[in-house]
């Protein structure tokens, strides 16, 4: 199975500061498709996730702009450049290139 | 407007059984794949289940391999999750989400708001 790792695993941020997220993975997720199955969720507190990155850095449809993601292989990242009071929740990252489907194991981001 | 609405959850005795729906709508729920996802109290987010489009293919998590069988009715626009044997592990919110098939590219995109199973004596 592919182990997914998040780190910090949690994060306090001023309003208006950039925040990182790093995500690597046991193997690589670039398919031979020439694709990355990395995705990127954010679990705002009581709702259900709502994705933001799919293939490791294309925006999904809505999602603001401050919101990037980078990386390849097996390292990953998330970057906010200007972190929001609407941004709290926790950060999973994703992996589909197989079956199980793997989760990291969340980024608690919190406003100071 | 995609949606998905989990039902079914509830509370049940160790090695009992309930069966999850996930009624669909604003999109083609015969032409996209569907999942469950699960999240114990306070964790993180665990893969349970995933099905075709068609139902014709099957995969799950170890941890529930043998208990749990994943199936839809494309007629009716719903998803199911039936589970037997529970176990207190089983304990979770349980969502549904579609993994949807656009312009190359595959995205676990639309989550139910979830359905709480409690497995407890």
């Known amino acids: 199975d592919v182990v997914m790792t998040q780190t910090p695993l949690s994060l306090s941020v001023t309003p208006g500061q950039p925040a990182s997220i790093s995500c690597k993975s046991s193997q690589s997720l670039l398919h031979s498709d020439g694709k990355t199955y990395l995705y990127w969720y954010l679990q705002k507190p009581g709702q259900s996730p709502q994705v933001l990155i799919y293939e490791g850095s294309n925006r999904f449809s809505g999602v603001p702009d401050n919101f990037s993601g980078s990386g390849s292989g097996t390292d990953f990242t998330l970057k906010i450049s200007r972190v929001e009071a609407e941004d709290v929740g926790v950060y999973y990252c994703m992996q589909s290139i197989q079956l199980p489907y793997s989760f990291g194991q969340g980024t608690k981001l919190e406003i100071k | 407007e995609v949606q998905l609405v989990e039902s079914g959850g509830g509370l049940v005795q160790p090695g009992g059984s309930l069966r999850l729906s996930c009624a669909a709508s604003?999109?083609?729920?015969?032409?996209?794949?569907m999942h469950w996802v699960r999240q114990a109290p306070g964790k993180g987010l665990v893969w349970v289940s995933r099905i075709n489009s068609d139902g014709r293919s099957t995969n799950y998590a170890d941890s529930v391999k043998g208990r749990f069988t994943i199936s839809r009715d494309n007629a009716k626009n719903t998803l199911y999750l039936q589970m037997n044997s529970l176990r207190a592990e089983d304990t979770a919110v349980y969502y549904c989400?579609?993994?949807?098939?656009?312009?190359?590219?595959?995205?676990?995109?639309?989550w139910g708001q979830g359905t709480l199973v409690t497995v407890s004596s």
């Open positions: 989400a579609r993994e949807y098939y656009g312009s190359g590219s595959y995205v676990v995109d639309y």
């Open positions: 604003g999109f083609t729920f015969s032409s996209n794949w």
